[in-house]
């Protein structure tokens, strides 16, 4: 069975560095043609995807975020970690990590794929 | 950057269909992923590249794609498909979502 489960802070300062942990189950991160993405979700609002890695350690980031965001994974420990700096109140959201099975797209010569496991997701406040 | 667009709410009477549209340009030319997420649960994939459904996702969910729009059907609808189901796409080597649907069923 392939479980993916998020762990860190449920609530962080602002201007502080946020760590989150997917740890993931029933698959290896050094499996060919495998990765994970970390999305987020605010208070009754829509999706929006922060980063991905996938088992040849290529990473992708929101062109938005991108200076704030770094991910890495630890395949001995079947982890996936995100780090995100100078948190911010907007910042406050449910934060996902999800499981993709890339695959080459010939006409745009990048790899896609859709999230076909999801973790249960993690609340994380950022206040004072 | 790439733009979804999804109407914020769709209404439906039980045993209807429901179609949800997420339109982007030329969105015909990439793969789509639908996602259904029921309050306080996390998202759940329902269709992928477009047209595909994943095991145990009923055959009631499909979808389509040609132009500057996708769609996703939902036949015989169920008080239980009742969600905020959210269209998917690659752009380049980013991820982009569309705001979101709520479908209620009436």
């Known amino acids: 069975q392939v479980t993916l489960k998020e762990s860190g802070p449920v609530l962080v300062k602002p201007t502080e560095t946020l760590t989150l942990t997917c740890t993931v189950s029933g698959f290896s991160l050094s499996n060919a043609r495998m990765g994970v993405s970390w999305i987020r979700q605010p208070p009754g609002k829509a999706l929006e995807w922060l980063a991905h890695i996938f088992s040849n350690d290529e990473k992708s980031y929101s062109t938005s975020l991108k200076s704030r965001l770094t991910i890495s994974k630890d395949t001995s420990k079947s982890q996936v970690v995100l780090t995100m700096t100078n948190m911010d109140p907007v910042d406050t959201a449910t934060y996902y990590c999800?499981?993709?099975?890339?695959?080459?797209?010939?006409?745009?010569?990048?790899?896609?794929?859709?999230?076909?496991?999801w973790g249960q997701g993690t609340m994380v406040t950022v206040s004072s | 950057s790439y733009v979804l667009t999804q109407p914020p709410s769709v209404s439906v009477a039980p045993g209807q269909t429901a179609r949800i549209t997420c339109g982007g340009n030329n969105i015909g030319s990439k793969s789509v992923h639908w996602y259904q997420q029921k309050p306080g649960q996390a998202p759940v994939l329902v269709v992928y590249d477009d047209s595909d459904r994943p095991s145990g996702i009923p055959e009631r969910f499909s979808g389509s794609n040609s132009g500057n729009t996708a769609t996703l059907t939902i036949s015989r609808v169920e008080a239980g498909d009742e969600a905020d189901y959210y269209c998917q796409v690659w752009d380049s080597s980013s991820v982009v979502f569309g705001g979101g649907t709520k479908l209620t069923v009436l």
């Open positions: 999800a499981r993709i099975r890339p695959y080459y797209d010939i006409l745009t010569g990048y790899y896609i794929g859709a999230f076909d496991i």
